[in-house]
Structures are given as C-alpha cells and as structure tokens.
C-alpha cells in the first residue's frame, strides 16, 4: 500500500491528490492519552492491515464473520531514508489491552493470539495492542480487506512472483493433495517459477499457509512480503508512471479499497509519497518478528495440553476467566528485542552485552553452575519468557525449578533472590544474566530465584573462580563474552534482494 501512495504525488500534482483523499473511507481510532512517546524527529510509523474480513465479495471467500487482521505490518519509516517493513505473525501470543467489549464490559488484560486484537475491539484495539507490543506510537492506520485486494492487484495488470519447487504436502479440505503450487483452501492454482498473479489469485497467492514448508504463516508471511517487494520493484517502472489510464484505474482502485484513519490528512499523504518517489528498493527492508512454538516447558503461561505435536494452550486471565487459545507463537525475546530496538530508532542491543549501571562492582564467581538450581519468574509479563531462560540457564550447565509468574509484571531489572547464606552462588547466576541485581530474601527458602526484568537481553558463558563478572553496587568494566546460542543476525531482506524474488 505504501508503494501505490507513491503514484498519487507523481501525475495529476494536488488536483489528483485532493480527489484520492476525499474519496477514501475513514475510522476513528479511540486511543486514549496513555500512548508511547512520538518517533524521534523525520520518523514516523505506518500500521498497514490486510484484513480477513469478507465485506462486498459475495462469498467468493468463504463466509467467516468479522475479521482478524491476517496481515500485519508495521512500516516504519526512518529519518535516514529506510523503510523497515515488520511482519507481525497472527498467530503470536501476546497481551491484548484492557477494553470494552460490544457490550459495554470491560475486558481485562489478557494472553491471546495477536489477530483476535481486530476481532474483539476493531482497529483501536489492534492499534493498541502493538502499541504495548512494540512501546512505538502508531502515527496512521491503513487497512484493506480481500476484496479491495483483488481489484488493487488488477488495477495493476498483474504482479509478477516466483515459486520455489517443494516436495511438502497435506491432505486438503476435500481429502485431496495441497501443495505450495495447489491449495484447496485458499484456492491458490500455479506453478514452479515465475507467473503474474492478479485479481482473485494475487489473494489467494498472499493467503495460502496450507500446503508450505515450514510454519505455514510464516511461510505465507515470505510471500506477502515477496508481493510487497514486487510491487515496489514495479511502481518505479517508467512505463507505469506514465500511462494515464494504467494511473487512473489504479488509483480508482486504491481508494474504494483502503481505510485510513481519521487524523491521515492529505498532508500526510503528499509527504509520504515524495519521500518514497524514487526510493532505492535497497532501502525497503522487511522483516518478520521472531517467533518459536509452544513446548511442554512452557508452564509459565498456563496449560498446555492436546496433540504434542500442535499443543494448544489454556490461558487464565485475571478475573478468573479461561480461555484455551490453541496452538500459538512464542516470541523469541533477544530477536525480538533487535526488532523492537529499530523501530524505536535506538542502538540494537548486543546479545551478551551487560546493561551499564551505576551500581555494579566487580566479584568473583566461585560457585560452578551445575551446583546451582534456579528457579525462574517472569516479572515483565512477556510471552514465554521464564520458560525461555530457563532453557537457556539449562544450555549453560545450571539446574532449574519449574518457570513461572512473577509476584508481579513491573519488574524494570532482573532480579537474583536468594537465602541467607546463598550469595556466592547468587553472584554466578548475577554473572550470567547481564544487568541483574541481588537481593536477600527471607521468602527463598532454598535454591536461587531468579525474577526476570525488562532489561533482560541473554544469559551468557561464566568462568568459575576469579574471573571478571558483574554484581550490582558499581560500574562495570570487563566485556562479557556472549554464549555459544547468541548469533550474528543476517542480512536483511530488502526489496532488491535476490531472496526476496523467489519464496515458497
């Protein structure tokens, strides 16, 4: 969508560009004042949803009601000329926000899958859901259900894409065979290589998670952002920019088929498209929040049950309420960390780094950590968390108790509690969780408990007896040396990368 804004600035100057935003549909988004910060200066974030929603198609999509946003993508646009296109999985666990329900009943606060945000409270909801998610402020919403997608892909004559060969498949909803190339359920039909897709098979081709390697909306996320990519690569064609009817039914396209909201002006819109006319399309990165899924160590959230292979998950909210939200996504917390660091335009955190303090000295780590049991909370409320480092204090040779919740989620730095008598051993899970504090507590009856803040970035290799590591009362010195699981992070996939023209 944001490479189609592009064309509104280059034919047809203000005239055209004032008809497209008057004929645009509009919403209001009840946000509320309690809202993260505004990006830093020359940056702004765009939310763009592609809706599940069935509105004006007749059928021809099935009959779902409502709509889930099956899309997601947070494009934020940097003062240094990048965009960063961040693909939200719909099927992350994560906190929906306190709301009202159609009702007027106030909702509580709840573990859910990231696409119930739209369905349960419309777009103020899922705006606020990332909000909390990311802690970025959303600066314009842009929507499009599956319709309007189909009749935009049109407008275009096409978008080409290419197909890797995959041997995988399923058994599709009339017991026949689905492929990446054949799918019964989103009525995708092509071939290996390069084709065009349009109308109903551009929405089939960036819908289709049956019959794909791998997780399926995962796989389906490498399409939409392969689509993407094309696009980009064909608004900037000279051939296109300068067919007058090609423009006109493209943007007669686009407008019966977005939603923005209500503070979007024209302003907005004229600056958005003279800053990505002419873009380098190595400038257009996408991205994919991180995600693993569930396992049986992942007590911390609640309960898990059902196939072992797809275990569904049963989540208590505070008021008592229990909901089994089935088979969902984890977030990977240190990639997830890299990614929320971009958007809020910050240096990204490096894995095994400490967090500087003004109150860390220098000790010594005597106690081995295979003489240690560390019992984990997570005191920040983030999706898997305790059950995460606990596996990654197990890869480093500690003992460990069962994960689970904090006395509470305010927690802003990872705690070591333990008892009287405990603190050698406290110093060397200290030493290995970078940033945490230690403190004596009278309730820790044996072992070491370790609640997990919002400062948390990894847990790192300890060299027993002298070496450097960190406690708190003094600003460190020595540079800790990150575990064997932290790795560097690839390149990212850019409109112009080769990886980004071919995907399953």
Known sequence: MLSLLILVSSVGGYVVVQWFDGSIARIHLNLGAD?????????????????????????QFGAAPGERSDTTIIAHLDADGTTTNVSIPRDTLVTIPEHKDKKGHVVPAHKDKFNAAILDGGPSLLVRTVEALMVIRIDHYVSVDLEGFSKISNALNGVPVCILHSDHTEIGPDGGTITNINDGYS??????????????????????????????????????????????????????????????????????????DNDTSLTDLEKLALRLRGVDPSKIIFETVPTTGI????????????????????????????????NVQLLDQNGFNVIKAKLQDEPPPTPGSATPTTSARIARVTVPPSQITVTVENGVGRNGLAGQVTRALQAEGFNTGAPGPADSTGYTKSVVRYAAGEQAAARTVAASVPGSVLKEDTHVSSGIVLVVGDNYTTVLAVTVDG??????????????????????????????????????
């Open 35 to 59: 809202r993260p910060a505004e990006a830093a200066s020359g940056s702004e974030n765009w939310l763009l949803v592609g809706t599940d929603s069935r509105a004006g198609s007749s059928g």
């Open 187 to 260: 009525g995708f039909h092509g071939v290996d290589g390069d084709q065009k897709v349009a109308g109903d098979q551009a929405t089939a081709f960036v819908r289709q998670r049956h019959g794909l390697p791998g997780v399926g909306d995962l796989a389906r996320i490498q399409r939409q952002q392969q689509f993407l990519g094309s696009v980009f690569r064909t608004a900037f064609k000279v051939d296109l920019l300068f067919k007058p009817l090609a423009i006109t039914r493209l943007l007669s396209a686009i407008k019966a088929a977005i939603t923005l």
């Open 467 to 504: 070496s450097p590591s960190q406690t708190p009362t003094e600003t460190p010195t020595p540079t800790p040396t990150p575990s064997a699981s932290a790795s560097p992070s690839a390149a990212p996939v850019t409109a112009a990368s080769e990886s980004n023209r071919c995907t399953y």
């Open 295 to 326: 396992t049986l160590d992942d007590t911390d959230l609640g309960t898990l049950g059902g196939n072992p292979n797809a275990p569904s998950l049963t989540v208590t909210w505070s008021d008592g309420t229990i909901k089994d939200v089935g």
